[in-house]
């Protein structure tokens, strides 16, 4: 069974910095896209980040240039370092992969950034 685990989110105040990590089991990792995806209170769920097998990235508008997803294939964990939070980052961040043309989401974890 794939299961994806979140961790890292929290309370931050506005312009520091958080670490998400995600670890996936059940999954070929290495071979698969992987991304980070937000959703605050009363709003539909965005994309914010992916990155593919071959480690292309490619990042929401909204956070270009202040976040950053990598993987660590060894580890089956992607990550998704978010630096200069904004009190409009605060959202549940879900973990999402893509195999064989399934999505497999986590459960989210809950980011508070306060101003």
């Known amino acids: 069974q794939v299961q994806l685990v979140e961790s890292g989110g929290g309370l931050v105040q506005a312009g520091g910095s958080l670490r998400l990590s995600c670890a996936a089991s059940?999954?070929?990792?290495?071979?698969?896209?992987m991304g980070w995806y937000r959703q605050a209170p009363g709003k539909q769920r965005e994309w914010v980040a992916t990155?593919?097998?071959?480690?292309?990235?490619n990042y929401a508008d909204s956070v270009k240039g202040r976040f950053t997803i990598s993987r660590d294939n060894a580890k089956s964990t992607v990550y998704l370092q978010m630096n200069s939070l904004k009190p409009e980052d605060t959202a549940v961040y879900y973990c999402?992969?893509?195999?064989?043309?399934?999505?497999?989401w986590g459960k989210g974890t809950l980011v508070t950034v306060s101003s």
């Open positions: 059940g999954i070929i990792f290495s071979g698969n896209t």
């Open positions: 990155i593919t097998s071959g480690g292309r990235t």
């Open positions: 999402w992969i893509s195999q064989y043309g399934i999505d497999y």
